[in-house]
Nanobody, 125 residues
Framework: QVQLVESGGGLVQAGGSLRLSCADS????????MGWFRQAPGKEREFVAD????????HYADSVKGRFTVFRDNAKNTLYLQMMSLKPEDTAVYYC??????????????????WGQGTQVTVSS
């Protein structure tokens, strides 16, 4: 089983940076594609970025392209999201997830079976 715990969220000024981490206490981390999603108050949970099991393939939502970078360190069982040039609209709870279904689209949250509890990111203007 995959157990995920996010960390690294906090309050940051617009234009600043944060790095989120997602630690996997399970033993199958390296075999799963991983994704980051976020959910702002009153909004649906949306796709942010994902990365293949090897780290060789990534995708980003248009809203974060050029600002966010997803990467992973399988030796440490850790997924990261480096966020730069943060904007107030980036404010949300950020969740990491492990993808276990590959018949659908990478941005479809229903394709991810394991989720962390989320970490709050607040960007002030």
């Amino acid at each position: 089983q995959v157990q995920l715990v996010e960390s690294g969220g906090g309050l940051v000024q617009a234009g600043g940076s944060l790095r989120l981490s997602c630690a996997d206490s399970g033993r199958t981390f390296s075999s799963n594609a991983m994704g980051w999603f976020r959910q702002a108050p009153g909004k649906e949970r949306e796709f942010v970025a994902d990365i293949s099991w090897s780290g060789g393939n990534t995708h980003y939502a248009d809203s974060v392209k050029g600002r966010f970078t997803v990467f992973r360190d399988n030796a440490k069982n850790t997924l990261y999201l480096q966020m730069m040039s943060l904007k107030p609209e980036d404010t949300a709870v950020y969740y990491c997830a492990a993808r276990t279904v590959y018949s659908g689209n990478y941005y479809d949250k229903s394709r991810y079976s394991y989720w962390g509890q989320g970490t709050q990111v607040t960007v002030s203007s």
